[in-house]
C-alpha cells in the first residue's frame, strides 16, 4: 500500500472514531450482535449500490433492473460517488471484529478490504484522462450492446424502450470523455499517437449515411414477430430518430476530435512510465493485477527464465517431429506452411465445434464440478475484428437465460494458425474460462461480490493453468498441438517482459516487436495487436503467467506433500469451489487443504 494511500484510510479512521462518519445503517444496527450477520449484510448493501452506480454490470449478470440507463462512468460526479461508496464501506468494514468470523467469512473479508483499499488508490491516478484506446473503446462495447451483440436483451417492448434511454446516457459519456481528454491534453496524459490512429477507424465504421445501415439498427430488423403493428411502427420511428439524430451525431463529434485534434496532440512515446507520475502508477498496476508484491524488474526476469525454458521444450518437439533447421526457422515453417492454416473462416468454426464436444467428454477425468450454464461459439462481429484478440470470452448469467460465449476471430486466418486452436480453447473455453467463471456465479453460497467479481491474476491464471491440462485431458496428440500449447505459454512469458520493458524500461514499439519477431513464431498482424494492446492496457498481460506459475506452484507443492494421496480432481475441485481470490489467498487456502488431509 502506498503512503499516500495509507493517509487516505487514516483518515477515514479518524473521522470514524470522532463520530463524523456516515450513520450506521439500521441494518448494520440490527445484526450488531452477530459479526457474522454484520458482514453478510454489509456486503449485500454494497452490492445492491454498486449495482445502481453501474447498471451494465447489473444487465451483464441477469439483474435488469437498471436496464435504461447507463453510468455516466466518464463524468467527475460519477467518480466521486465510487470514491465514497469505497470509503464508506471500508470504513464499515474495519469496524466489524475479524477475530469473530469463520474462516470462510474472514477470507471474505479480506477480500472486500483488499478490493476497497485497491480502488480508492486507483483513485489516485488519472485514468480518466485517458478514456479512449483501441482495445477497450466504450464506444465498440456500446455498439456491440446496441446491436443485441452484448448483454441487453431485446426481447420485449420494454428492452427496446430502455436501449433509447441507455443511448442518451451514452451520448452524455462521449461529451465527458471529450471534456477529459481535453484535460489530459493540457496536463500532458495522453495516449501514444500509435494508438489512437487505431482508434479512428473504429468509430468511422459507425458512421453510416443511414440509419438502416447502422449496427444500431439490426433490432429492428430481428424485432420478434410477436410485437404488435402499433408498437412495430413506433419503434422503428424511435430507433430511426435516435440513430441518426443522437447516436450517429455523438460518434461523429468523438471522431471529428480524436482526428482535429487529440490526434495531433498525443505523445510518440509508448509506456505508462513516460507519463507524469507514470512510474508510481505503473507498480500500482503491476501490484494490483497480479496480487503479488513482485516488482516491474523481479516480473522481467521471471519472464526472461521462462522464454528461455520453453524454448528448450520447443527444440524437443522440433526433434520429434524431424524439423531439420533451428528454431527460427521452425518458426517460420510453422507461420507460413499451408497446412497449418484454414481457408474459410467457417471451417475454423466448425473446428472448434467438433474440439469443444471433444474436451467437453474428456474433462469428467479431471473434474467432478461441472457449470450448468449454457456454452456457444460464435465468429467475433467485423466491426471489431481487426482489434480483438484471437479469442475471448463472454460470461453467460445463472438463471441460463444467456449463454456462456467463446468467440473466435477469424479476422486474417494466415495469423490463426490450426496448431495454437487446442490450447487457445482449454483457456477461454473449456475447462477454462467456462469452467471456472460460471461455477463461480453458479454458487450461491458465495457473497455477490465474490460470486460476480474478478481478480485477473486468478482468472487468466486459471486459464493459462487450464491450457497445460492438455496431455491429461487427452488432448495435444499431434505435436504440433502441443507446440501450439508451448507458443501460449511462451506468449504469455514474453507479456512479462515486453509489458515491464514497455512501461517500465522505455522500450519502444519497434523493440518490442523486435523481441517477438527473434522470440516467438508471430505473424506481423498478431504482433502489432498484442504489442499496441500492451501499451493501452497496463500490466493487465502480467496477469496470465504469473497466476499460472503460482497456480501451478502450489499444485506441485500439493503433490509433493501429499504423495500418493494426492487427488487431481479434488485439487481442481478446490481451486474452483470458492471463486477467484488474491494468489497468496489461494496458496493460504489450499496450504491448509492440504493440512487437514495430513
Known amino acids: 500500500?502506498?503512503?499516500?494511500?495509507?493517509?487516505?484510510?487514516?483518515?477515514?479512521?479518524?473521522?470514524?472514531?470522532?463520530?463524523?462518519?456516515?450513520?450506521?445503517?439500521?441494518?448494520?444496527?440490527?445484526?450488531?450482535?452477530?459479526?457474522?450477520?454484520?458482514?453478510?449484510?454489509?456486503?449485500?448493501?454494497?452490492?445492491?449500490?454498486?449495482?445502481?452506480?453501474?447498471?451494465?454490470?447489473?444487465?451483464?449478470?441477469?439483474?435488469?433492473?437498471?436496464?435504461?440507463?447507463?453510468?455516466?462512468?466518464?463524468?467527475a460526479e460519477y467518480r466521486e460517488a465510487d470514491r465514497e461508496l469505497d470509503e464508506e464501506f471500508l470504513a464499515r468494514l474495519l469496524r466489524i471484529d475479524r477475530d469473530a468470523l469463520s474462516y470462510n467469512d474472514q477470507l471474505s473479508y479480506d477480500m472486500f478490504k483488499l478490493l476497497r483499499e485497491r480502488s480508492l488508490e486507483g483513485h489516485l491516478y488519472p485514468s480518466h484522462l485517458q478514456p479512449v484506446n483501441q482495445f477497450y473503446l466504450f464506444t465498440s462495447g456500446f455498439v456491440r450492446l446496441g446491436s443485441g451483440a452484448s448483454v441487453h436483451p431485446f426481447d420485449t417492448v420494454k428492452d427496446y424502450e430502455d436501449f433509447l434511454s441507455r443511448a442518451d446516457d451514452f451520448i452524455v459519456n462521449v461529451d465527458h470523455a471529450i471534456a477529459n481528454m481535453q484535460e489530459g491534453m493540457r496536463q500532458g496524459i495522453v495516449q501514444p499517437r500509435v494508438l489512437v490512429v487505431k482508434v479512428v477507424p473504429q468509430l468511422e465504421s459507425q458512421l453510416v449515411d443511414d440509419a438502416t445501415e447502422s449496427d444500431f439498427w439490426l433490432p429492428i430488423e430481428n424485432m420478434p414477430e410477436e410485437f404488435s403493428d402499433a408498437d412495430r411502427e413506433r419503434l422503428t420511428a424511435a430507433y430511426e430518430d435516435a440513430i441518426e439524430n443522437r447516436i450517429l451525431p455523438a460518434f461523429e463529434r468523438l471522431n471529428n476530435f480524436i482526428g482535429d485534434e487529440y490526434l495531433a496532440a498525443s505523445r510518440e512515446t509508448f509506456g505508462l512510465g513516460d507519463l507524469p507520475g507514470g512510474e508510481e502508477w505503473y507498480r500500482y498496476q503491476v501490484r494490483a493485477i497480479t496480487t503479488t508484491d513482485l516488482t516491474p524488474d523481479e516480473i522481467h526476469q521471471i519472464g526472461l527464465d521462462e522464454v528461455a525454458r520453453i524454448h528448450d521444450e520447443m527444440r524437443g518437439v522440433m526433434a520429434e517431429v524431424g524439423f531439420e533447421g533451428d528454431l527460427q526457422e521452425f518458426f517460420e515453417f510453422l507461420n507460413t506452411d499451408d497446412q497449418f492454416f484454414y481457408d474459410d473462416p467457417e471451417d475454423m468454426i466448425q473446428a472448434y465445434r467438433d474440439m469443444s464436444d471433444n474436451i467437453a467428454e474428456r474433462a469428467t477425468a479431471l473434474f467432478d464440478i461441472f457449470p450448468t450454464t449454457g456454452f456457444e461459439i460464435r465468429r467475433v462481429e467485423p466491426f471489431r475484428e481487426l482489434s480483438a484478440s484471437g479469442g475471448s470470452y463472454q460470461a453467460g448469467t445463472p438463471d441460463g437465460s444467456r449463454p456462456g460465449i467463446f468467440y473466435a476471430n477469424t479476422y486474417d486466418?494466415?495469423?490463426?494458425?490450426?496448431?495454437?486452436?487446442?490450447?487457445?480453447?482449454?483457456?477461454?473455453?473449456?475447462?477454462?474460462?467456462?469452467?471456472?467463471?460460471?461455477?463461480?456465479?453458479?454458487?450461491?453460497?458465495?457473497?455477490?461480490?465474490?460470486?460476480?467479481?474478478?481478480?485477473?491474476?486468478?482468472?487468466?491464471?486459471?486459464?493459462?493453468?487450464?491450457?497445460?491440462?492438455?496431455?491429461?485431458l487427452g488432448v495435444y496428440t499431434d505435436p504440433y498441438q502441443y507446440f501450439g500449447n508451448l507458443n501460449w505459454e511462451l506468449w504469455r512469458s514474453i507479456r512479462l517482459v515486453v509489458d515491464t520493458g514497455i512501461h517500465a524500461k522505455g522500450w519502444t514499439r519497434q523493440e518490442v516487436l523486435d523481441y517477438m519477431y527473434a522470440n516467438a513464431p508471430v505473424a506481423p498482424a498478431r504482433a502489432i495487436s498484442e504489442t499496441e494492446r500492451f501499451m493501452a492496457i497496463p500490466g493487465q498481460a502480467l496477469a496470465y503467467k504469473i497466476g499460472q506459475l503460482r497456480i501451478q506452484a502450489i499444485r506441485d507443492s500439493a503433490e509433493e506433500r501429499l504423495g500418493d494421496a494426492f487427488d487431481v480432481v479434488a485439487f481442481h475441485r478446490e481451486i474452483l469451489r470458492d471463486g477467484p481470490m488474491p494468489l497468496s489467498m489461494l496458496e493460504a487456502k489450499l496450504n491448509r487443504w492440504v493440512e487437514a488431509q495430513l
Not at 487514516?10 to 448494520?28: I, M, N, V
Not at 452490492?47 to 453510468?71: C, H, K, Q, S
Not at 461480490?449 to 491464471?461: I, K, V
Open 413 to 472: 486466418l494466415r495469423a490463426r494458425p490450426i496448431w495454437a486452436m487446442e490450447s487457445l480453447y482449454l483457456h477461454e473455453a473449456i475447462p477454462g474460462h467456462h469452467f471456472q467463471i460460471e461455477l463461480q456465479q453458479e454458487n450461491e453460497d458465495l457473497p455477490r461480490f465474490r460470486r460476480f467479481g474478478r481478480f485477473t491474476a486468478y482468472t487468466e491464471g486459471w486459464g493459462l493453468y487450464a491450457e497445460t491440462l492438455g496431455k491429461e
Open 1 to 75: 500500500m502506498t503512503l499516500r494511500l495509507s493517509a487516505v484510510i487514516a483518515a477515514f479512521l479518524l473521522l470514524a472514531a470522532c463520530g463524523d462518519a456516515p450513520e450506521t445503517p439500521a441494518t448494520e444496527q440490527a445484526a450488531a450482535a452477530d459479526p457474522a450477520a454484520e458482514l453478510e449484510a454489509l456486503f449485500e448493501e454494497f452490492f445492491e449500490r454498486n449495482l445502481e452506480l453501474n447498471p451494465v454490470r447489473a444487465t451483464a449478470i441477469g439483474d435488469y433492473r437498471y436496464n435504461d440507463r447507463m453510468a455516466i462512468s466518464m463524468s
